[in-house]
C-alpha cells in the first residue's frame, strides 16, 4: 500500500536529520499532555515542545479514560512527570455523534453490537475539559499535589484559551 | 507554575504561524497512527505528517487498550480513516516494570491498591507490536479489510524498522 511506504521514505529523510545526541526517557519539563488524536493538532508545535520535553497521550477527544489514567500514572510515577495539560479543541468530531449514533453505525456498518462501549462523546467544548480535569482531580491514582489546567485550542486561530474551572492546584 | 506559562508563550508565538486555511477534521491520508507517549518520539516528524494529515492516539507503550479501539472505530466510522500504523520504540520504559512493581510503588507512594489495572508492560519490544497487530486484526469492532502495519521506532538512529509477522492485510 503506497501509504506505508509514503512512511518509510518519509522516515529515511527524517533519520539524517535526527539527533546524534541520546536523550533520557524522563520529560525533561516533567508534564505529561493529555490530548485529542486530531489530525490538525500537533501538540509539538502549538506548545513549543522539543524532544525529550514531555509525554503526550492522546485519544479521541482527549478524554480522561481509564487507559489515559493507566498512562498518566506510569508518567508520574516512573518516570517523573509531576504536571497535566488537558487540551480539547474546537470543531471536535467529539460533539458531532452521541453513542445511541455511532452504536448505530457500527451495527449498520460492521454488523456488530458496540453498545458495551461508551465512545465519550461530549456535547460542549469547554464543559468537556472541566469534566476531564475534575475526573483527573477526583482519582485516586492521581494526587492531589499534581498540578492540573484545561485548554481549550482553537483550530482556526492556533491559540490555546484557558477554561475557568480547569485550573487546580 | 512557570511551566504553564512557558506554554502560553509558546504557544503565542506558534499561533503568528498558524495556517489561515482551514483544514477539515477527517484525516486526508485516511490513517490513524497508535503509538507511544514517550517524550522523544515525534509522530508528525518520524513520519513526515503534515497538519491534517493523520489522527494520532498515544499511551504509555502505544499498545492496542480498550481505549485505542475506541478511539480508532470513531477515527475510522465518523472520519474515514481506513488504515492503523502501530510504533513501539527502543528504550521504552514499558519494559522496565511489571504490573506488582508498579502496584507496590502506587501502594508505597500513594498508600492506594491499584491492583485492579492492568499497567499493560512487555517484556521485548517488537513481540509487543506483534501482539498489539493481531489485538486490533482481531478486534469485532476493526474490520479485517482495514490493513494494518507495525513497526519499531530506533530511539538511537530515528529510523522505523519493519517487524515480521506484524503486517496485516
Given amino acids: 500500500m503506497r501509504l ?6 518519509a522516515n529515511i529523510e527524517y533519520a539524517k536529520t535526527h539527533p546524534t545526541e541520546e536523550l533520557a526517557g524522563p520529560p525533561v519539563k516533567k508534564v505529561a499532555v493529555l490530548t485529542c488524536m486530531d489530525a490538525r493538532l500537533d501538540p509539538a508545535k502549538i506548545l513549543g515542545l522539543r524532544a525529550g520535553d514531555a509525554h503526550v497521550i492522546r485519544n479521541a477527544g482527549g478524554r480522561a479514560s481509564e487507559d489515559a489514567v493507566r498512562s498518566l500514572v506510569i508518567s508520574q510515577v516512573m518516570l517523573g512527570t509531576q504536571a497535566i495539560v488537558v487540551i480539547h479543541h474546537t470543531d471536535c468530531g467529539m460533539v ?13 456498518h460492521y454488523g456488530v453490537d458496540a453498545s458495551d462501549m461508551d465512545f465519550l462523546p461530549f456535547d460542549e467544548v469547554g464543559p468537556s475539559v472541566v469534566e476531564d480535569v475534575r475526573i483527573l482531580r477526583d482519582h485516586p491514582l492521581i494526587p492531589d499535589t499534581i498540578p492540573i489546567r484545561g485548554y481549550v485550542w482553537n483550530v482556526r486561530t492556533g491559540f490555546l484559551e484557558e477554561v475557568p474551572d480547569a485550573h487546580v492546584n
Fill in 96 to 108: 458531532r455523534f452521541s453513542n445511541d449514533e455511532l452504536w448505530d453505525r457500527v451495527e449498520h
Fill in 4 to 9: 506505508f511506504d509514503e512512511f518509510i521514505n
